[in-house]
């Protein structure tokens, strides 16, 4: 007879609490759910790069198929070393993760402990609430001023405690599309020594990196990734910059072999294709110059981006309606309830292409008439 076991038994009590992470929706979801071919769908809610990926990257990738017999470099080296050149960094680590989700995976594993405290400020990007969960750490939050969506120095620097081991920053953010305030930035890195993590995943489309600014702040991490601008979501490579003091550290508690050989390869060459950065940079530039106008032709409100993606303001609607309505439509969009307070009425869209841009219009013109 087989043993009755109470799974719940044996798991951590923080798990228990847990939900599990929402993602924006696929094609076949939403194909199978309205019945519509998976070709006629257009997917603007994750902010992938609508143009594809960097053909050099990917015969890169190809290449490297020939060795995945081998293990890859246990931390990726090639990669680091190439990034530490590209920025100029003297005192500054580089580690490649699985995305960088497996970066904020790190950050718990290397920073939280069991009622220790992070700092977020929403609405934002949410992998931050569920790495501090995981650890048994408590989210404390301190939302954004509105209505710029700039970082509330004041209250955050209240806010830390013995207890405070990470401060989250996004800039530009998700979901809003802004870019915090450098001199706020630097207000926080100068109060305090706790880890502050700036997550640069959309600095690319316009930001001033600020990798070089580790060398001064050893408390400063930062997170990158080869999910937008470089168009390689699919295959999971991220990496953080890091003060080689933490650094030390970081490479002791380092999962082996986490980026694969295929990613490391197409991330080296994605560095090298300015071709493809300058086209997509010029593709997001004419389509947030038409969003504004067209958005603001129509009386719907929205936010200026500094990224890959703009946010509207669905008020009174609440946002689910709105993005419920174009998914009917085939489209697919991001809703922002799970990025905390004041994500009720925001949808997020990622910027396509001149016909895509077009398509997505049409359909709000309708919803908000
Ligand atoms: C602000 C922000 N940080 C991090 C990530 C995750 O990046 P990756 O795909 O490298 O895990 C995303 C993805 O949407 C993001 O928007």
């Excluded at 129509?298 to 946002?319: D, E, M, R, V």
């Amino acid at each position: 007879m087989k043993k009755k076991i109470d799974a719940r038994k044996n798991l951590r009590r923080i798990i228990l609490n847990l939900h599990q992470y929402t993602a924006g929706r696929s094609i076949q979801e939403i194909a199978v759910k309205y019945k519509i071919d998976p070709k006629k769908i257009l997917k603007v809610g994750s902010n992938e790069n609508v143009l594809g990926s960097s053909q050099k990257a990917l015969k890169a990738a190809k290449n490297a198929l020939d060795r995945v017999n081998i293990y890859p470099q246990v931390a990726s080296d090639d990669l680091a070393n190439k990034l530490k050149k590209i920025y100029k960094l003297k005192h500054v680590d580089v580690f490649a993760g699985n995305g960088m989700d497996h970066i904020f995976e790190m950050l718990a594993r290397l920073f939280l402990n069991n009622g220790d405290e992070t700092i977020i400020c929403p609405p934002t990007f949410s992998c931050y609430e569920l790495a501090t969960l995981w650890s048994g750490a408590k989210p404390i939050f301190v939302p954004l001023l509105k209505p710029d969506y700039q970082l509330d120095v004041k209250n955050i620097l209240k806010k830390i405690n013995k207890k405070t081991k990470i401060i989250f920053l996004c800039s530009p953010n998700n979901p809003t599309g802004n870019s915090m305030k450098l001199r706020d930035i630097k207000a926080i890195l100068e109060s305090t020594d706790k880890i502050v993590f700036l997550d640069e995943a959309y600095t690319e489309f316009g930001n001033r990196p600020l990798a070089r600014w580790v060398d001064k702040y050893p408390n400063l991490v930062i997170g990158r990734t080869f999910s937008k601008i470089y168009g390689l979501a699919g295959l999971r490579i991220g990496y953080a910059f890091m003060h080689k003091s933490l650094g030390t550290y970081y490479k002791n508690s380092i999962t082996p072999f986490v980026v694969s050989t295929v990613a490391q390869a197409a991330a080296i060459s994605a560095l090298d294709d300015k071709e493809f950065l300058n086209k997509t940079r010029k593709m997001v530039k004419l389509g947030k110059k038409y969003y504004y106008k067209e958005l603001k032709k129509a009386g719907i409100k929205f936010l200026s981006s500094n990224a890959n993606f703009i946010a509207i303001n669905t008020a009174p609607l609440k946002g689910k309606s709105v993005t419920d309505k174009l998914m009917q439509k085939g489209i697919i969009t991001r809703e922002c309830s799970a990025f905390g307070k004041g994500g009720e009425n925001l949808v997020r869209i990622t910027i396509g292409t001149k016909e895509q841009n077009k398509r997505v219009m049409k359909e709000l013109k309708d919803i908000f008439v």
